[in-house]
């Protein structure tokens, strides 16, 4: 059979396939190169890609098992629908467990934990009956024993295989037919019926899409590991993250020895949980107080520093907010923040220049959340605030003060939800103050063993910390 092939784009291609130019970044279709993407504005992000014709029309043949819709009360549902993982830190962020036939996306920065977290994973659920098929596109059979001998002894309802081809792993997990697999990475697999190298726009679109058929089809948890960009984002169209039912992100330094994995989209919960972690030898432990854990090494007498409660879906986590004031040396100053809104830093600022009379123009400012997490809740603006204050008279905050609050461009301090929640956590763990809204006085009861200061606005704050 003679196969003609004509020239296009600087390379040859087969004769009945077309060539189109995919935007890397959100994934949208050209037929034409350009130099700045129409749907996310960004810049050089177009790849030439080859689509057949066959595999294009073959969406079009017309089903011969038509299903028929049914109504709301035809369908059952089961109150022990969700299954614990074991990690009672991924449950959460889960939303309560995992869900049978759903799809979830982790993704994080290179070596940060996500195939140790999902092999943990796959070790409770198959020490406790599930099967679990693991497939690596990454690591050989060897590799993955290594790494599996540190987390401890995992069952033989775990099984491995090393294969990039999509139509195999198909035929291996319709046969096999487990509970959960684990998919490590998405980059990685190929479809044969597409012309494109694997990682390519159009290879991990239609490799989510065969994995989504296959997770609602035959109910089976697919856990679907996912590349970063140099941004955080997890590599490809920005429709993968529109195709599936959970994406959870990992964060963190690679070379600290905590994690956090956050929730950005969850069908089946809430997306303000968050998970803590620590890395070890023998994997990744579970912390189950990341309030103490974050404020651990707090320098004692020091001004500048001021403990501020922040909430993660139901869960209060206390922080060490750090500034530090300075004469600046130049015409401009320089402003820096770590772990919070740099704008916002900017906005707090001028309230205090504004409402306190605080002569900041001149000053250099770096604010810093220690620990390295990234919080930007408005109720961690009033500890901002304090902060600074505390860095640019010199005064020392002592160490039993906690506060919280938002604070508005007049110098007023408002509510913010949950307080008794914050309150609570700062009495277990020996809190003796907290400076929080007046606003909130109405929602919290009588709070013994601990002293509460409420204020109305910033002046009444630094009056507060300076007593």
């Known amino acids: 059979m003679l196969s003609v092939f004509y020239r296009t784009g600087g390379m040859f291609v087969a004769k009945g396939t077309k060539t189109i130019y995919f935007c890397q970044n959100c994934g949208y279709e050209s037929a034409k190169w350009m130099g700045q993407c129409p749907g996310c504005r960004e810049w050089n992000t177009f790849v030439e890609e080859t689509v057949s014709a066959q595999a294009a029309s073959k969406g079009s043949v017309k089903s011969k098992n038509v299903k028929e819709p049914v109504s709301l009360s035809q369908i059952d549902l089961q109150e022990d629908e969700r299954k614990t993982s074991g990690i009672k830190e991924l449950d959460r962020v889960l939303g309560g467990g995992i869900v049978p036939g759903s799809l979830v996306l982790v993704g994080g920065d290179p070596g940060i934990g996500k195939s140790t977290l999902l092999l943990q994973v796959c070790k409770n659920l ?51 037919k487990p509970d959960a697999v684990v998919i490590d990475s998405i980059q990685t697999m190929y479809d044969e019926e597409i012309s494109s190298a694997p990682g390519s726009v159009s290879q991990v679109r239609e490799s989510t899409n065969v994995l989504m058929q296959i997770a609602k089809g035959m109910n089976i948890t697919v856990f679907i590991v996912g590349h970063v960009t140099k941004e955080g984002n997890v590599a490809g169209p920005r429709v993968l993250e529109h195709m599936v039912d959970t994406v959870l992100y990992f964060e963190g330094d690679r070379h600290a020895s905590y994690r956090i994995l956050r929730g950005v989209k969850n069908r089946f919960g809430s997306t303000n949980e968050i998970g803590v972690f620590e890395m070890r030898e023998n994997g990744l432990e579970e912390v189950k107080n990341p309030s103490e854990f974050l404020l651990d090494g707090k320098p004692e007498g020091a001004s500048g520093s001021v403990v501020a409660c922040s909430m993660e879906g139901t869960r209060p986590i206390l922080i060490e907010i750090q500034a530090l004031v300075c004469q600046s040396n ?49 109720a961690i603006d009033l500890g901002i605030v304090l902060a600074v204050v505390s860095s640019y008279r010199d005064w020392i905050i002592p160490d039993q003060v906690l506060v919280f609050g938002e604070v508005g461009l007049s110098g007023e301090v408002r509510a913010v939800s949950m307080a008794e929640q914050r309150v609570a956590e700062a009495k277990k763990l020996g809190f003796e103050t907290v400076i929080l809204p007046k606003a909130c006085q109405k929602a919290l009861t009588k709070v013994e063993g601990i002293r509460l200061v409420y204020v109305e606005n910033i002046r009444e704050a630094i009056a507060a910390i300076k007593i």
């Open 330 to 378: 130049f015409g401009l100053p320089r402003r820096t923040a770590a772990g919070t809104d740099f704008n916002r830093v900017n906005l707090l600022m001028a309230v205090l220049e504004k409402r306190a009379g605080m002569n900041l123009s001149s000053c250099d400012a770096y604010v810093n959340i220690a620990g390295g997490i990234k919080m930007n809740e408005p």
């Open 126 to 176: 198959a020490n406790h009956g599930t099967n679990v098929l693991y497939i690596s596109g990454e690591e050989s059979l060897r590799q993955i024993k290594l790494r599996a001998q540190r987390i401890g002894k995992i069952g033989n309802q775990m099984q491995l295989l090393c294969e990039t081809n999509l139509q195999t792993v198909r035929e291996v997990i319709e046969r096999k």
